[in-house]
């Protein structure tokens, strides 16, 4: 009876564990490219810390000091004159602006660098690759009613370019009426349809709509499974910003929104799932997404995160000086007041949904 609790209990809390450490590396991954580039630049690198919050661990090597901070929620990397003026010549602030640049850009590059590796993991194990035609459609299906067929190439859905079937199943999951316009290639000529229509079902109180024809499988070869890769990533980057596109136009709202807690919690969900079913690919998948989910999000102009610093770079470049630091310190603390208590709203959204 007992080995059977700690069972159950271990089955509960290794998802988790997992998820902590796999949010952790996406983490040191990102500020790894940070202290790299720093450091390849010669700048003067006090501290590299993995984590934020109450410091768990640390040790100090030459003149950086290593550390482990309690909350899994981020990292930092704390260079010499970052923030303020510095006369030491291995500041950050004396440093070239394509140096800074880079520096800055490294962290969000490295994300989507191992996104790239994660997508061609899954590439390489899959048997066949997706594509965007047609090969047949089930027995109830309703779309061929409404003109698409058998060998049509998808190209364009809702005015959207198709370039692989990630595009397409993202695609056809953001429309809400499930009547979509397309455009398809059928015997090397472009045709246009409109109004075909999907089948819906309700799923935890939305209505989802069903995919009801199957894509042809495309034999692996090298330069397949590299292309699909390649875009597979700029898909995926492509979904994040129309995600942000929804949101702000309100087809989204807070509730649909995940902070640390919640990308933990769908982290375990996975692990524990494709455990059950054996299916690890699914874990590299969702690996893939939240790593480059959290590449492309740090390069958005916004005060605080990497593309805000990248900003205000790139106006000192064109104006050939740059913004007093002050005038930059009080933004980007202003932003990051502002993405701390966004973030504490979400995470207590997660949270009361997490004991429901």
Same mark, same amino acid.
């Given at each position: 009876?007992?080995?059977?609790?700690?069972?159950?209990?271990?089955?509960?809390?290794?998802?988790?564990?997992?998820?902590?450490?796999?949010?952790?590396?996406?983490?040191?991954?990102?500020?790894?490219?940070?202290?790299?580039?720093?450091?390849?630049?010669?700048?003067?690198?006090?501290?590299?810390?993995?984590?934020?919050?109450?410091?768990?661990?640390?040790?100090?090597?030459?003149?950086?000091?290593?550390?482990?901070?309690?909350?899994?929620?981020?990292?930092?990397?704390?260079?010499?004159?970052?923030?303020e003026a510095s006369d030491d010549p291995g500041a950050f602030c004396n440093k070239k602006v394509w140096q800074r640049f880079v520096i800055i850009a490294a962290g969000a590059l490295m994300?989507?660098?191992?996104?790239?590796?994660? /997508?061609?993991? %899954?590439?390489?194990?899959? !048997?066949? +690759?997706?594509? #965007?035609?047609?090969?047949? $459609?089930?027995?109830?299906?309703?779309?061929?009613?409404?003109?698409?067929?058998?060998?049509?190439?998808?190209?364009?859905?809702?005015?959207?370019?198709?370039?692989?079937?990630?595009?397409?199943?993202?695609?056809?999951?953001?429309?809400?009426?499930?009547?979509?316009?397309?455009?398809?290639?059928?015997?090397?000529?472009?045709?246009? /349809?409109?109004? %075909?229509?999907?089948?819906? !079902?309700? +799923?935890?109180? #939305?209505?989802?709509?069903? $995919?009801?024809?199957?894509?042809?499988?495309?034999?692996?070869?090298?330069?397949?499974?590299?292309?699909?890769?390649?875009?597979?990533?700029?898909?995926?980057?492509?979904?994040?910003?129309?995600?942000?596109?929804?949101?702000?136009?309100?087809?989204?709202?807070?509730?649909?929104?995940?902070?640390?807690?919640?990308?933990?919690?769908?982290?375990?969900? %996975?692990?524990?799932?494709?455990?059950?079913?054996?299916?690890?690919?699914?874990?590299?998948?969702?690996?893939?997404?939240?790593?480059?989910?959290?590449?492309?999000?740090?390069?958005?102009?916004?005060?605080?995160?990497?593309?805000?610093?990248?900003?205000?770079?790139?106006?000192?470049?064109?104006?050939?000086?740059?913004?007093?630091?002050?005038?930059?310190?009080?933004?980007?603390?202003?932003?990051?007041?502002?993405?701390?208590?966004?973030?504490?709203?979400?995470?207590?959204?997660?949270?009361?949904?997490?004991?429901?």
């Amino acid at each position: 009876m007992l080995t059977v609790t700690v069972a159950g209990i271990w089955g509960k809390v290794w998802p988790i564990l997992f998820a902590v450490l796999f949010f952790g590396v996406i983490i040191f991954i990102h500020e790894f490219g940070h202290f790299f580039t720093a450091k390849l630049n010669h700048v003067t690198v006090h501290e590299f810390s993995i984590g934020m919050g109450p410091l768990l661990f640390k040790f100090k090597k030459r003149d950086t000091l290593y550390s482990l901070r309690l909350l899994p929620i981020g990292g930092f990397n704390r260079m010499e004159g970052e923030d303020e003026a510095s006369d030491d010549p291995g500041a950050f602030c004396n440093k070239k602006v394509w140096q800074r640049f880079v520096i800055i850009a490294a962290g969000a590059l490295m994300n989507l660098l191992l996104g790239l590796l994660l /997508l061609g993991i %899954v590439n390489c194990s899959e !048997e066949l +690759i997706g594509t #965007r035609t047609i090969a047949d $459609f089930y027995e109830s299906a309703v779309s061929c009613d409404y003109g698409l067929q058998k060998n049509d190439k998808i190209i364009n859905v809702n005015g959207t370019h198709i370039f692989n079937s990630t595009d397409l199943s993202y695609a056809m999951v953001r429309d809400t009426d499930a009547v979509y316009d397309f455009t398809v290639i059928r015997d090397g000529e472009k045709i246009k /349809l409109e109004g %075909v229509k999907f089948a819906t !079902e309700e +799923i935890e109180g #939305r209505q989802t709509v069903i $995919f009801d024809f199957i894509l042809y499988g495309a034999k692996k070869t090298p330069w397949l499974v590299i292309s699909n890769t390649v875009l597979d990533t700029l898909s995926t980057a492509r979904i994040v910003w129309l995600s942000l596109f929804d949101m702000l136009t309100g087809r989204y709202g807070l509730k649909d929104l995940s902070g640390p807690i919640g990308t933990i919690q769908a982290i375990a969900g %996975v692990a524990s799932d494709a455990a059950a079913s054996k299916q690890i690919l699914r874990i590299v998948e969702i690996m893939a997404f939240i790593t480059i989910n959290i590449g492309v999000f740090n390069l958005l102009p916004i005060p605080a995160l990497d593309g805000g610093r990248l900003f205000f770079l790139a106006v000192e470049g064109i104006r050939r000086r740059p913004i007093l630091p002050k005038y930059e310190k009080y933004v980007h603390a202003a932003g990051m007041i502002l993405l701390l208590a966004l973030i504490a709203v979400v995470s207590v959204k997660d949270i009361v949904y997490l004991f429901k």
